[in-house]
């Protein structure tokens, strides 16, 4: 602890949080101390200590149908990419790195599409990538990327024949680094690299969609989707287009900085100016935080508004399972217990927490 404690220090000193540099130290910008997190003053943030695990403990592989692949291969790829996804395509040329998170954003700075990059390597060399996102915009993306790709020597298609699990270990303690479990056929596995977004994600595997995955990943079991959905609705992660909803998320808010998922110094993309504009200022007074509710609300509706016991505005839910979800919350009322009313005028209570995978040196009380 003694060690990382110094390295820690050294690397969120002179007002930088330190949030991507547990990867990509070096080639991002760091976050200063007041961008967005001020708000987060007298908050109480979970703490935990980030030992090295070297065992695993069970794996449990889940199925994910709601997310799909597409390959973008050819010459261009690197920089067709570069100019529409927030983070840096040269990044996946670095020694080591194989997989990164970035939104796609309209015009006007709001997220289009959160995805995945992933190192393709063929035997012809070709450079390429695999592009998961929600398979529910998949059709969306495509028109996106067709769009853009003018005379881009690059081919986009679909991947049907291709499945995405997430792999989590279920040792109790969140936020312990865990070594990457070795694969007992390798050769299966088109993919299998740390999930990008934060390491209480797990793993991503792709495969054929024949393959079972216990003849991947050893000492496995399947899980169920809805179960990996409430591990990420209980550690406060977005995923998909319910939790951020095309043309109305905003990067920022959506904590993509602490997902790793942006670049401040890679140069213009389509979204950038308001983006890059928010991030100096410092100003982010709505964030994407985790909420438990005291009770299961069924056919919520879409963006219901949130109170505080007064009556004030305090933001939107967004999305959930169960009692668990996200919502995107006004930072002068996290620390309130709020109030949302579905539809039968039956009021909900609404606690909000602040995820451990944030960065550590946020200000608490």
Same mark, same amino acid.
């Given at each position: !602890?003694?060690?990382?404690?110094?390295?820690?220090?050294?690397?969120?000193?002179?007002?930088? /949080?330190?949030?991507?540099?547990?990867?990509?130290?070096?080639?991002? /910008?760091?976050?200063?101390?007041?961008?967005?997190?001020?708000?987060?003053?007298?908050?109480?943030?979970?703490?935990?200590?980030?030992?090295?695990?070297?065992?695993?403990?069970?794996?449990?592989?889940?199925? /994910?149908?709601?997310?799909?692949?597409?390959?973008?291969?050819?010459?261009?790829?690197?920089?067709?990419?570069?100019?529409?996804?927030?983070?840096?395509?040269?990044?996946?040329?670095?020694?080591?790195?194989?997989?990164?998170?970035?939104? !796609?954003?309209? &015009?006007?700075?709001?997220?289009?599409?959160?995805?995945?990059?992933?190192?393709?390597? $063929?035997?012809?060399? &070709?450079?390429?990538?695999?592009?998961?996102?929600?398979?529910?915009?998949?059709?969306?993306?495509?028109?996106?990327?067709?769009?853009?790709?003018?005379?881009?020597?690059?081919?986009?298609?679909?991947?049907?024949?291709?499945?995405?699990?997430?792999?989590?270990?279920?040792?109790?303690?969140?936020?312990?680094?865990?070594?990457?479990?070795?694969?007992?056929?390798?050769?299966?596995?088109?993919?299998? $690299?740390?999930?990008?977004?934060?390491?209480?994600?797990?793993?991503?595997?792709?495969? *054929?969609?024949?393959?079972?995955?216990?003849? &991947?990943?050893?000492?496995?079991?399947?899980?169920?989707? $809805?179960?990996?959905?409430?591990?990420?609705?209980?550690?406060?992660?977005?995923?998909?287009?319910?939790?951020?909803?095309?043309?109305? %998320?905003?990067?920022?808010?959506?904590?993509?900085?602490? !997902?790793?998922?942006?670049?401040?110094?890679?140069?213009?993309?389509?979204?950038?100016?308001?983006?890059?504009?928010?991030?100096?200022?410092?100003?982010?007074?709505?964030?994407?935080?985790?909420?438990?509710?005291?009770?299961?609300?069924? *056919?919520?509706?879409?963006?219901? %508004?949130?109170?505080?016991?007064?009556?004030?505005?305090?933001?939107?839910?967004?999305?959930?399972?169960?009692?668990?979800? /996200?919502?995107?919350?006004? !930072?002068?009322?996290?620390?309130?217990?709020?109030?949302?009313?579905?539809? *039968?005028?039956?009021?909900?209570?609404?606690?909000?927490?602040?995820?451990?995978?944030?960065?550590?040196?946020?200000?608490?009380?």
């Amino acid at each position: !602890m003694g060690l990382w404690g110094v390295a820690r220090k050294a690397l969120t000193s002179g007002g930088c /949080l330190g949030v991507c540099a547990r990867r990509y130290t070096g080639r991002y /910008l760091c976050v200063t101390s007041n961008s967005g997190v001020s708000a987060l003053t007298g908050l109480s943030v979970k703490r935990y200590s980030q030992e090295t695990v070297n065992v695993p403990g069970r794996l449990v592989c889940y199925p /994910l149908p709601h997310r799909t692949l597409l390959k973008i291969r050819g010459e261009d790829t690197i920089p067709f990419l570069q100019g529409i996804i927030t983070n840096d395509m040269n990044l996946l040329e670095e020694p080591g790195c194989r997989a990164l998170y970035s939104h !796609m954003l309209n &015009v006007q700075g709001r997220t289009l599409y959160d995805i995945m990059l992933y190192s393709l390597i $063929e035997a012809d060399a &070709v450079c390429g990538v695999f592009l998961e996102c929600d398979s529910t915009v998949k059709n969306s993306i495509l028109r996106h990327l067709k769009v853009y790709k003018i005379r881009r020597k690059v081919d986009i298609s679909p991947s049907p024949e291709l499945s995405v699990w997430a792999v989590l270990s279920q040792r109790g303690n969140s936020g312990q680094q865990v070594d990457k479990p070795q694969l007992c056929s390798p050769e299966k596995a088109l993919v299998w $690299e740390a999930d990008p977004r934060t390491q209480d994600m797990g793993w991503r595997l792709v495969m *054929d969609s024949q393959v079972d995955p216990s003849d &991947v990943v050893p000492s496995s079991e399947k899980g169920d989707t $809805e179960e990996y959905h409430r591990h990420r609705y209980a550690i406060g992660l977005p995923e998909g287009v319910k939790d951020l909803p095309p043309g109305v %998320a905003l990067p920022l808010e959506s904590n993509l900085v602490y !997902m790793q998922g942006i670049s401040f110094s890679k140069g213009c993309y389509i979204g950038q100016e308001l983006t890059a504009r928010t991030h100096h200022t410092g100003v982010i007074r709505k964030r994407l935080m985790p909420v438990r509710l005291s009770a299961p609300i069924q *056919d919520l509706e879409e963006g219901a %508004a949130l109170q505080t016991q007064s009556g004030k505005p305090a933001g939107k839910h967004r999305a959930g399972v169960g009692e668990l979800g /996200l919502s995107l919350i006004r !930072m002068a009322h996290a620390k309130e217990v709020l109030t949302l009313k579905p539809s *039968d005028d039956t009021a909900v209570t609404l606690e909000v927490s602040v995820p451990n995978w944030w960065p550590k040196d946020v200000p608490s009380n």
